[in-house]
């Protein structure tokens, strides 16, 4: 559970950049299913194979393929507060 709830207070500050500059949305559009597959991937590997897990107690329960539900909004957040960011970053140069 708190692995859920810090991944959906990290949310926030994307999700306030985003509200105010919407032409990130094809951006982030881009970018997520890009993380999805390559963190999937990954993720899944290292699972079954043992080279990490996840400690149940910090989780909701939900898994897919093993991988917890949390991760796969890690691969939404991650991106999406990168592509904000960098946006931030490069329109201050400006």
Do not use: H
Request: proline share 5%; net charge positive.
């Amino acid at each position: 559970m708190e692995y859920f709830l810090s991944l959906a207070i990290l949310s926030l500050i994307p999700a306030t950049i985003i509200y105010k500059r919407r032409y990130l949305l094809k951006q982030i559009a881009k970018a997520v299913p890009v993380a999805l597959l390559i963190g999937t991937v990954f993720d899944y590997i290292g699972i079954s194979r043992g080279w990490w897990s996840y400690g149940k107690d910090f989780l909701l329960g939900p898994t897919i393929y093993s991988i917890p539900i949390e991760d796969f909004l890690f691969f939404i957040i991650v991106p999406a507060g990168a592509v904000s960011v960098f946006d931030l970053i490069n329109n201050r140069k400006k």
